[in-house]
Nanobody, 129 residues
Framework: HVQLVESGGGSVQTGGSLRLSCAAS???????????MEWFRQAPGEEREQVAF???????IYRDTVKGRFTISRDNAKKTLYLQMNSPKPEDTAMYYC????????????????????WGQGTQVTVSP
């Protein structure tokens, strides 16, 4: 049974920073290293939206509203995905989810998804002015 477990959420003020982590369970599927790893978020009453994707080569794509502030990265040896959130804004307040998808790199770096294979349970991020 594969699990993705997010951590690192919490409350932060505008201008602060937060780092989210997403760890795959020990019995995680293989090959984790070739999957497209994804961060999504969903605010109350809103649709879930893509935040950032990273392909197996470490190439990334971000939604426009987080470019220059958020950084997605991965450590394949640790089977862990990260999202560094710098200078968060109140509009970044949401439940953040990580996901893994068996997807070609060229589709991943374009932000194209057909639906993730695995999801984490989410971690709440609340940004106050």
């Amino acid at each position: 049974h594969v699990q993705l477990v997010e951590s690192g959420g919490g409350s932060v003020q505008t201008g602060g920073s937060l780092r989210l982590s997403c760890a795959a369970s020990e019995n995680a599927y293989s090959p984790y290293s070739t999957d497209c790893m994804e961060w999504f978020r969903q605010a109350p009453g809103e649709e879930r939206e893509q935040v950032a994707f990273i392909d197996s080569d470490g190439k990334t794509i971000y939604r426009d509203t987080v470019k220059g502030r958020f950084t997605i990265s991965r450590d394949n040896a640790k089977k862990t995905l990260y999202l560094q959130m710098n200078s968060p804004k109140p509009e970044d307040t949401a439940m953040y989810y990580c996901a893994a998808e068996a997807r070609e790199d060229w589709n991943c770096r374009l932000g194209r998804t057909l639906g993730a294979n695995f999801w984490g349970q989410g971690t709440q991020v609340t940004v106050s002015p």
